[in-house]
């Protein structure tokens, strides 16, 4: 049961007043596009083994979203933000860098 | 036979006898006894028949790890099934009934498997059980149901009480040992905040038994000393009867206190289950015995080296008067030494390594006790009991050179580090070639939410076995610990020890090492599951290479015990059958708890009213006063119907139905969600949200909206009410409330964060009232002067009255197809409007009503129930909802999964009416049949009944149903089974069964 830290009300709270969202940073694609973005908007949503950035709603505490980016082995936090962005700050990912050299997700690196 | 000594027994208080029964029998022990060392001391060595073979099966073990001995406990309210009688503590007035055997323990029909053992090798049900496939269900499993399982599950509810407990530390050391006293010392001096936890109920672990000095004194003077230092720190926590479960994420770490156990009287819970969040943890666990692997080592007499020792010093029982000890270390030595000055015979100690033992053989020699080097033990004769062992060369096949009549075996193969809560959340072991045995990896510990590793492993659970050893480490782990959670350690050594010198292990998979299949197919690895050497061997030959499948092939360390004895001797079978080394081969993976905790535990108090909060309308009491027959909605509790005296169910719906549509129903409607849409960007995100148009809504106007989810699929309905230019009211269906306002906050924060709209859930904050029927606007007008009329608040609209006094919004809509209103007032004021609108209807028969009703209504009406007509994979056009799916709306949530090439396939079933021929009620989610049958001999299918009611109405059944090109096929008859073979005959027809003009509603 992890541990996060909402960065909206800053309560550090365990797993249960969480609830998950999926994968972050998320492009929504809508009438117009085609089928295959469509289908990857909706259903291709990535799984690594390493370094993730992933959704979180403080469900019961403040009801905000908010985004953790942490790693999928260790279950090391790299850092929690607002969820109002499209990409990762970059503090959270001089972090990553500093703990994991080389890494990359999606367009992110 | 085994007995009770005369003298000894360190933890026994002989002047206390305790009374207890097993099968019946009466039985005397004494305090401080477990169930274990009491049957023991009766001579009861047989205690249960093995699970395959139904074996004669007597105790192996004296801790955690005993896998033979499971006894039904207690009766009734009370009773439990597969207790281990090790870890059960006395008390006055014990039942227990030993498993697994019928007629008796003494004689048992299931004993046969094992004369067919032969015929019974792993995967022989895999093997056996697969021809021919329509036996699977009514021949194969009612058998295999019947012969499975140990034993029996309660019957009665159990009458004792649980809780939750939540913690948090610094540092929790689990495991009372001279390791986790020293490690707990360390940290709380270090002014930690500290939580020792001890499985048994006593502190010291093994270290009093095996011996040694500490300072210069036995053991018991440091744990005495050690204790009381620790009782004395304010930061530190002690616990017994605690054993520490499972370690989970970021310091997430379960204690399961066993309260009550003991003292079945006493005041307070059974069990309690600790939630504890800890900073550091640090595992002083101790290590398991292992069994050897030779031809009869599963004969009650059998036991392991240390657990003859346990019960010869800490409870004074002799287990044999002779007693063989057979081992590949020196630590057995220990076993023939205790046994010799107690004054029991030891008529030999084979020892296995060819260079025989160290210090302690000397001493054993030196007792006169004959020593074999070199020597195993081939076979073990006797049945229910020992009698005797031929011995042989090790290093040989297994021809006997002599025979030793003995009437108990002492076996050790070695210890085995408990490594089980280390590896729980991830923490990596290594091989150590030269100790035998795998140890926690300290650079591949269980990492926390800072990447840094949070569990350390202390004592004999690290791999270490020298007294001295065990106390360096355990005081650095303790000192480590304090400092990772910011304590500074204090710069104090650990005590000195002194322990006998001892030689090397040397790994003994099998005895002898060349044994015969006859005789491996006798020497046990699983003794609670029945695996034997034979069976691991057979699993490699046949392919099972993998550990994992290997487990699961044979069924190797998959019983209650989850292979404390088993796991490393059938990985070492199987590695060497496959000729390959033993970490090349793996381990299982270690899964928590580490010993069966209670289901009740787990659920602690969330039992019965506390079970889940039960959300009340403001109207629920009077419900309740008034023949409520309830239904369960989400956590909510409404009325399904008001049952007057002498009235079945059925009769009430159908005369709520009937006064409804004849003159005057009222429906708590309070658990409707109600959901507030505020600000300049409110319509524009409406329209996002529902397939309607909602940023045209005019105020003062009321329109059914539908919504769906992103992949197409409708999610919720319900009216929205436009307030203001900036405000929207927003009703959901009653479970979906919080589910759609989640998914509204989720739209907005995540995806439309700069838009301007807030919105708050106030389903609760108002009382919601249908007044329903021809009668609705008459009764209202009685209680309000104003306007009511057909132009004063005309369909689909809504306004602020004053009714019987209270300031009220009406909203003039109709779920029932009736003329209607709802009625919301603030829901402190629901019940004074309740009564207001009782008493003033009385004159038209006033006829409050319940969800059945509401259904059977709306079903009149053709009207779609979120549930019943959806389930998560229907579209609005599946529904012929066209008309409330905007087209002049670029975008809507759901829109483009909607064009997709699956939403738009022309043969997507199709919502229709169904009218049974013979006016019966089709069964709910019947189908309807086609011809031919699919790939799978099923027959086909054309559609299947969504909501089905016999309308009251009408007099006869009435459905809806969703039918391949079903709206196309006006008056053609499908066919629906029924369960028993009866088929229904019923016509495809209009959705709408009442009232198609809507004239009644619109008056």
């Known amino acids: 049961m992890l541990i996060l830290t909402c960065p909206c009300c800053g309560v550090t709270a365990e797993e249960t007043e969480f609830h998950p969202g999926g994968e972050a940073h998320l492009t929504r694609y809508g009438p117009g596009s085609s089928d295959d973005e469509f289908h990857g908007y909706l259903f291709e949503k990535v799984n690594p083994k390493g370094v993730h950035f992933e959704r979180w709603r403080h469900a019961n505490g403040c009801g905000k979203w908010f985004h953790a980016a942490r790693c999928t082995v260790t279950l090391e936090v790299f850092g929690t933000y607002s969820a109002q962005t499209t990409e990762p700050p970059q503090h959270i990912k001089d972090k990553i860098s500093a703990k994991r050299p080389g890494w990359s997700w999606r367009e992110f690196a | 036979m085994s007995t009770r000594l005369a003298k000894g027994g360190r933890l026994l208080n002989r002047g206390k006898p305790l009374d207890f029964t097993f099968n019946g029998k009466n039985l005397r022990g004494v305090e401080g006894d477990t169930l274990a060392s009491a049957l023991l001391a009766n001579d009861q060595m047989l205690v249960g028949r093995s699970f395959k073979y139904h074996r004669p099966r007597g105790i192996v073990a004296s801790g955690a790890e005993e896998p033979n001995a499971l006894v039904g406990l207690g009766e009734e309210a009370r009773f439990e099934p597969n207790q281990r009688v090790t870890t059960t503590e006395l008390f006055d007035g014990l039942t227990c009934a030993s498993q697994n055997h019928w007629p008796s323990l003494e004689f048992d029909v299931g004993a046969i498997n094992s004369r067919l053992a032969r015929f019974l090798p792993a995967g022989f049900y895999y093997k056996t059980f697969i021809h021919p496939r329509p036996f699977w269900k009514h021949v194969y499993e009612p058998i295999i149901r019947q012969s499975a399982g140990l034993g029996k599950a309660p019957r009665d509810r159990d009458r004792d009480r649980y809780e939750h407990f939540y913690a948090f530390f610094d540092v929790v050391v689990i495991g009372g040992g001279v390791a986790g006293l020293q490690a707990a010392k360390a940290a709380g001096a270090a002014g930690a905040k500290v939580l020792l936890m001890e499985q048994t109920p006593h502190w010291g672990g093994r270290a009093p038994v095996d011996g040694g000095l500490i300072e210069g004194a036995p053991p018991e003077n440091f744990i005495d000393r050690t204790l009381a230092e620790l009782e004395a720190m304010e930061n530190v926590t002690l616990r017994t009867r605690m054993m520490g479960a499972g370690v989970y994420d970021h310091g997430y770490l379960l204690g399961y206190e066993r309260v009550g156990d003991h003292q079945p009287d006493a005041h307070g819970p059974r069990h309690r289950l600790w939630r504890i969040r800890a900073g550091q943890i640090v595992t002083a666990t101790g290590a398991i015995e292992r069994p050897l692997s030779f031809a009869g080592n599963d004969v009650p007499g059998v036991m392991l080296a240390s657990a003859i020792r346990d019960y010869a010093v800490n409870y004074g029982v002799s287990v044999g008067d002779r007693t063989v000890v057979v081992t590949n270390n020196d630590d057995a030595y220990r076993t023939a030494i205790t046994l010799k000055q107690l004054g029991l015979e030891v008529p030999a100690i084979i020892d296995a390594r060819p260079g025989g033992g160290g210090a302690l053989a000397a001493e054993a020699v030196a007792l006169g006790i004959r020593v074999e080097n070199g020597r195993g033990v081939a076979w073990v004769k006797g049945r229910k009991r020992v009698e ?212 009740a535990s787990i ?158 859930n106030v389903t609760e904050q108002y009382a919601q009232i249908g007044v329903v029927g021809p009668k609705s606007r008459k009764v209202l007008e009685k209680l309000s002067d104003d306007d009511l009329s057909a132009e004063g608040l005309s369909f689909m609209g809504w306004k602020d009255i004053e009714l019987a006094g209270l300031k009220a919004r009406a909203f003039r809509i109709s779920f029932s197809g009736e003329l209607s209103y709802e009625i919301s007032v603030p829901a402190g004021q629901g019940r004074a409007l309740w009564d207001k609108l009782l008493e003033a209807g009385a004159e ?140 229904i005959r019923a016509k495809i027809v209009e959705p709408i069964f009442y009232d198609k003009d809507g004239e009644k509603q619109n008056v």
């Open chain 2, 388 to 599: 005797g062992v031929e011995i042989c060369a090790q290093a040989g096949e297994g021809a006997a050179l002599e025979e030793i009549k003995c009437d108990a075996v002492a076996m050790s193969g070695g210890w085995s580090p408990v490594v089980h809560l280390w590896s729980h959340c991830g923490g990596k072991l290594y091989w150590d070639e030269a100790a035998a045995m795998f140890r926690p990896d300290p650079d591949k510990a269980p990492t926390g939410a800072d990447g840094e590793g949070f569990v350390r492993a202390a004592g004999a659970a690290d791999g270490q076995f020298d007294l001295a050893a065990v106390l360096d480490n355990a005081d650095a782990a303790g000192k480590a610990a304090a400092q990772a959670t910011g304590h500074k350690p204090q710069d104090t050594a650990a005590p000195k020890a002194e322990a006998k010198a001892e030689n090397p292990i040397e790994p003994v998979w099998m005895m002898p090492q060349g044994a015969s299949i006859k005789l491996r197919m006798k020497a046990w690895l699983d003794f609670q599951n029945d695996v034997k050497v034979s069976d691991v061997q057979l699993a490699a030959r046949e392919g099972f290479e993998s550990v994992e499948h290997a487990k699961r092939y044979t069924t190797l360390g998959m019983a209650t015990d989850q292979g404390k004895l088993s796991n490393i001797n059938g990985l070492a079978i199987l590695s060497d059958a496959l000729g390959q080394p033993i970490p090349q081969t793996g381990t299982t993976t270690f899964r928590p708890p580490y010993t069966p905790i209670s289901l």
């Open chain 2, 603 to 760: 659920a602690g108090e969330a039992r019965d009213a506390a079970f889940q909060p039960i959300r009340k309308t403001p109207m629920h009491d009077w419900h309740a006063a008034h023949g409520a027959y309830w239904e369960p909605v989400g956590a909510w509790r409404r009325p399904y119907c008001f049952q007057r005296p002498g009235e079945t169910i059925e009769d009430a719906v159908q005369r709520e139905v009937k006064a409804t549509r004849d003159s005057l129903g009222l429906l708590d409607a309070s658990t409707l969600g109600k959901i507030i849409v505020k600000g300049p960007d409110a319509g524009r995100f409406l329209d996002m949200l529902y397939t309607n148009m909602m940023s045209t809504l005019k105020p003062g106007r009321c329109r059914y909206g539908l919504m769906c989810n992103e992949n197409g699929f409708l999610m919720d309905d319900g009216v929205v009410a436009r307030l203001d230019d900036d405000t929207f009211l927003c009703h959901t269906t009653t479970g979906g409330a919080d589910t759609i306002h989640a998914h509204m906050e989720e739209w907005l924060q995540t995806e439309w964060w700069d838009w301007k709209v807030y919105t708050a």
């Open chain 2, 844 to 983: 038209f028969g006033v006829t409050p009503y319940g969800t059945e009703a509401l259904h059977i209504m709306r079903a009149e009406k053709g009207f779609i129930m979120i549930g019943d007509e959806t389930d998560g994979t229907v579209i609005p056009q599946d529904l012929g909802l066209h008309w409330a799916i905007s087209k002049k709306k670029d975008d809507y949530l759901g829109k483009r999964a909607q064009a997709r090439s699956h939403m738009t396939d022309p043969t997507r079933w199709k919502l229709v009416g169904l009218e049974t021929l013979d006016g019966s009620t089709l069964p709910d989610g019947a189908y309807a049949t086609a011809e031919g049958a699919n790939a799978n001999g099923q027959r086909n299918v054309q559609g299947r009944v969504t909501s089905t009611y016999h309308s009251p109405t009408l007099g006869r059944g009435i459905a809806m149903g969703l039918v391949l090109n079903g709206p196309d096929r006006m008056g053609d008859v499908l066919e629906f089974p029924r369960v028993d073979g009866h088929v």
